[in-house]
Nanobody, 119 residues
């Protein structure tokens, strides 16, 4: 059984910063790509940023220059450093990971963590 456990969501004022963490736990052979998604109220879930096992990253245009995705492969953990937060960044942030276990490679999702940015 593999689980992704997120932390770091909070209420913050516009212009502030938050750091989200997502750790994969369980019997894991390899963690491949990891990513962060967000869903604002009344909107569809959207990709925020993704990082491959080799460290290549891709971010949504709306967060470029403000958010940075990184990972610690030894800890099977992905981070999202969010700076210069805006009210429109408010939403539930969820991580996902392509994880190889004894049963093969499966995409796992975390439970989500709430980020609220006040104006």
């Amino acid at each position: 059984q593999v689980q992704l456990v997120e932390s770091g969501g909070d209420l913050v004022q516009a212009g502030g910063s938050l750091r989200l963490s997502c750790a994969a736990a369980g019997i894991i052979f390899r963690v491949n790509a990891m990513g962060w998604y967000r869903q604002a109220p009344g909107k569809q879930r959207e990709l925020v940023a993704v990082i491959t096992s080799s460290g290549s990253t891709h971010s949504a245009d709306s967060v470029k220059g403000r958010f940075t995705i990184s990972r610690d492969s030894a800890l099977n953990t992905v981070y999202l450093q969010m700076n210069s937060l805006k009210p429109e960044d408010t939403g539930v942030y969820s991580c996902n990971a392509d994880i190889t276990t004894i049963g093969g490679s499966i995409i796992y999702w975390g439970q989500g963590t709430q980020v609220t940015v006040s104006s």
